[in-house]
């Protein structure tokens, strides 16, 4: 998306687009998401989400800062190899020997998607999502649930999820000695 022309209502709301368009259109200051090639206004998030959000880039991005081994993202426009709509992960991370996908935006499959499950979002992310990034070969996707303070990992397993759901702590297998906890991603 081009430079930012602020209107006091969503300008694309409803518009069909190609991945092409959606590159090509000016922000007009509000939050889409792209449903089978339709803009659709994304509600902005609450405390509890953004509060998680923040608390799980910083992780990640601590962790990096003592082992560079990648770059790590919030909110930025997705656009996997399968062609198919934009996403736009709560964060992403890409290592660095696939730092040539980024660009303006990320062109290709980030390493590590993390989401922060809200009521608008849910249904998506744990289903059409959590397939396009294991079709495309994100090697872990992190979820946070605010309402219920749990996290989930899901490892990719070239054709399913391994899943550990509902825990206190996980150990990331892409971040070598990252533990993330419910205490530090919930308070």
Not at 14 to 37: A, H, N, P, S
Not at 49 to 78: S, T, W
Not at 112 to 130: I, P, Q
């Amino acid at each position: 998306m081009a430079a930012i022309t602020t209107t006091t209502k969503p300008r694309y709301e409803g518009l069909k687009v190609t991945r092409e368009e959606y590159l090509d259109l000016e922000e007009d200051g509000f939050k889409y998401d792209v449903i089978d090639g339709v803009m659709h206004m994304a509600p902005s998030p609450n405390f509890e989400h953004g509060d998680a959000q923040i608390a799980l880039g910083f992780m990640i991005r601590g962790y990096l800062q003592k082992n560079p081994l990648g770059k790590v993202a919030c909110e930025v426009d997705v656009f996997l190899p399968d062609g198919g709509d934009p996403l736009r992960p709560d964060i992403s991370l890409i290592l660095n020997e696939n730092l040539h996908i980024v660009k303006t935006h990320i062109h290709g499959t980030p390493d590590l998607v993390c989401e922060v499950l809200s009521a608008a979002s849910r249904e998506r992310d744990l289903g059409v999502k959590a397939e396009r990034y294991l079709k495309c070969g994100v090697k872990e996707y992190w979820i946070a649930d605010p309402d219920n303070k749990t996290l989930q990992v899901w490892y990719n397993a070239k054709d399913h999820w391994e899943k550990v759901q509902g825990v206190m702590e996980f150990h990331s297998k892409l971040l070598p000695g990252l533990v993330v906890t419910t205490k530090e991603i919930f308070g």
